[in-house]
């Protein structure tokens, strides 16, 4: 179980002038359920842009499964096992849930075209085995009545769901959660957390989470870890209480950035 | 009355044609957002592919449509491959990629013209008697046209709803980072959506050649393709293929009772009219769906 899967080293990106990440390491073992905080513009979506290779990091290395990932396409970052969720939801609109889910689970080519229009029985069993996973996986986030429904005509609330079942589809072994409760109610954080704590359980992701709810975060961290990013750079790493009385963290939150690390204790 | 079948079975046969194109310029320009100049030479290119492969090399219609078929796929994707995609790996704005396709356009329409010379030649099939439905002449050349356009269509249809490939080229066409993030390879998606390319203008092109002419600048006609388009709605499949069956029948109609001569006034007439009273387009809600 303490095998490492992903290990960052002294990631560094550089926006023009300005350092979005400065020399961040961390890493993560396999299963384990990680927490990623810090005041907006810290950086922390730019790290998930930075695993899943939108662009190319100054300096650093991206280490996982043992292979540096660096310079490799989305889609083949996709298909050795690292898949994520986006702050602001990027489903297909005009698709419905089940294709949205389904469109995931293809990600590994199995039978070819010829087999698929002359419908060979290898080709129809992988698409029967297709429906039937797609389906249960928008069983798993309670999506199953809402199969054929477009998914812009969804709630919001379902949305974000939606994204979490075709996060999952890709089979993962690493999920990246950019804000999952982003927009949600007292009421709709508590079912997202269970949900959130079952997929953990039950399908042994290794997981990062993005995300400013603080209930949720402590709550779903409360057995691990959480990392505090702060313009660009790591500033704490500590159990959900240990970092809840961090005088640098609480500092940065309350919004004295620039020169919170220089007086510490000041 | 006579007059109007006729004209109408040829005006969706024509119809049918301008579809592929519709269908040709949209599949392209939802995937990547720019539009496909170099669609033309693709359709000239496999019309005198076909062209040689019967009148040099005696082959049957069958076995030149599908060296065109084959040959204008191959051509298609080499453009995406030489042209179009190393400007996307640097990220080029899109205005680059138009340029770079007329760039495309210009050098084969213009290899064409080295090779063959700048004059009309009639497609060598011979004409197929037209059959007589009481004093109705339906053109057998329309029937095979529209008939074999629309199981073309079809087929497209079909692999795009029907099977996981279309699936990616219509996630793609959505938003092909995520589409990417989610497991779908843009380079297999850029060689499906060329292919499907170079099939519609090869099919169209021969057609076209059939019911009018063979020449280099025969492309041009993607013009009434585009027309069409904006009529139907920008963007959408389904209004690109009613856009265009509707001008291809208005077309036919103005032929046959006013005069050819201003066949194409009409059309571009048309076109204004339609956008004073749709300026979206007869189907067209928004560029929401774009497959």
New interface residues.
Partial sequence: MSEEILSIKNLTVDFGGVRAVNDVSLSLRKGEFIGLIGPNGAGKTTIFNLI?N?FQPTSGEIIFKGQSILGK???Q???LGI??T?QNI?L????TAY?NV???L???PRYS?AE??IRTPRAARIEAE?RKRAHELLEMVNLSQHANARASSLPYGLQRRLELA?AM??SPELLLLDEPAAGMNEDECKELVQLIRQIHNTMGYTMIMIEHHMNVVMDLCRDSLIYVLNLGSLLAVGSPAEIQNNPDVIRAYLGERKNGRDNAHA | MELFIQQLVSGISIGAIYSLLAVGYALVYSVYNFTNWAFDAFMAFGAFIAFTSISSLFLPFWAAGAISIVLTIILAVSAEKLAYSPLRARKAPRLFMMISAMGVNLAIVNIINLIYGGTFRKFPVDALQPIFIGNVSIGRTDLVAGGISFVVLALLWAFLYRTRWGLGVRASSIDILTASLMGINNNGVAIVVFTLTGILSSVAGIFYGIKYAVYPMMGMVTIKAMIASIVGGLGSLPAAIVGSMILGILETMVSGYISSTYRDLFSFLFLIVILLFFPNGLMGKSVEEKL
Avoid: K
């Fill in positions: 899943t939108a396409s989305p889609d970052i996709c298909r898949s994520r986006f990027r297909f609109p005009q698709m294709e389904e469109l995931g293809h990600s590994t075209l698929a229009f297709t075709r589809a890709t």
